[in-house]
């Protein structure tokens, strides 16, 4: 049995994460398998339904709650539109990456606007709406935005615009 084919066939699923394979001599395999976790959904732009994605911009699953906890993506681009197709844009997988984890967590993103690529939109639980300009230059201003997040109360505001690099524009409630 080829530990290499064995890796690749399980790789191909488009839950797993990772795969470790290790022979325990005589008779044992021992197979590590890592899964992808949840982290955003997307209406299915082929049907009524919705896809759900998971880390590195995977589709896992080809159906999922509207209302769940997950990152609502609109306007992302796909491979394709079955379980296993991959979000287009590495900038986007970044983004959803930091808004998800690190200092950006406590934001509370629930949506990505991405309609308008040249027009990065967030918008938090707090209906705060975080202007972050085209998808060229997003992560420095998410470094921003982080920067921001460290010293602000970021709930304090309605809008914080982004968009013009090296200022930040914030709109009071």
């Known amino acids: 049995m080829s530990l290499r084919r064995v890796s690749a066939n399980l790789s191909r699923h488009p839950w797993v994460k990772s795969v470790s394979l290790q022979r325990v001599l005589p008779h044992t395999l021992r197979i590590v398998i890592r899964e992808r976790e949840e982290v955003a959904w997307m209406s299915d732009p082929s049907s009524d339904g919705c896809l759900t994605i998971g880390e590195g911009g995977v589709v896992v699953a080809s159906d999922c709650e509207r209302s769940s906890p997950l990152i609502e993506l609109l306007g992302a681009r796909l491979s394709g539109n079955r379980v296993g197709a991959s979000l287009v844009d590495g900038t986007v997988v970044e983004l959803i990456d930091r808004v998800k984890g690190g200092e950006l967590a406590s ?11 040249s027009s990065v939109e967030l918008k938090t639980g707090s209906g705060t ?45």
């Open 107 to 117: 934001l509370g993103v629930e949506r990505i606007d991405l309609t308008d690529p």
């Open 129 to 173: 709406r975080v202007l972050l300009g085209g998808t060229t230059d997003v992560s420095s201003r998410l470094d921003s935005l982080a920067a921001l997040c460290r010293s602000l109360d970021i709930k304090d505001y309605e809008v914080i615009d982004l968009r013009f690099g090296g200022e930040a524009t914030l709109v009071p409630r």
